[in-house]
C-alpha cells in the first residue's frame, strides 16, 4: 500500500489534481474578497458620508462669503 503512494500519477490524475487545486485556490480567494469587502463595506459608508458634509460646507461657503 505504501508503495501505491509514491508510484507516478496518471495524466488524468495529474489533470483532475490540478483542477481541484485550482478550484480551491479559486474559492479560497472568493472566500478572503468576500471578507474584505464586508469589513470595507462600513468605511465605504463614512467616506461617503465625509464628503457629504465636506460638499454641504463648501456650499455654505459659497453662499455667505466671507469679507
Do not use: C, D, W
Not at 505504501?2 to 472568493?30: C, D, E, S, Y
Not at 470595507?40 to 465625509?50: D, F, L, R, T, Y
Not at 464628503?51 to 462669503?65: D, I, K, T, W
Amino acid at each position: 500500500m505504501l508503495k501505491r503512494l509514491f508510484t507516478p500519477l496518471t495524466l488524468v490524475n495529474q489533470l483532475a489534481l490540478i483542477v481541484l487545486l485550482a478550484t480551491i485556490i479559486g474559492v479560497a480567494g472568493m472566500a478572503i474578497s468576500a471578507r474584505l469587502v464586508n469589513g470595507v463595506q462600513g468605511s465605504a459608508h463614512a467616506i461617503n458620508k465625509a464628503g457629504s458634509l465636506r460638499m454641504q460646507s463648501y456650499r455654505l461657503l459659497a453662499a455667505n462669503p466671507a469679507e
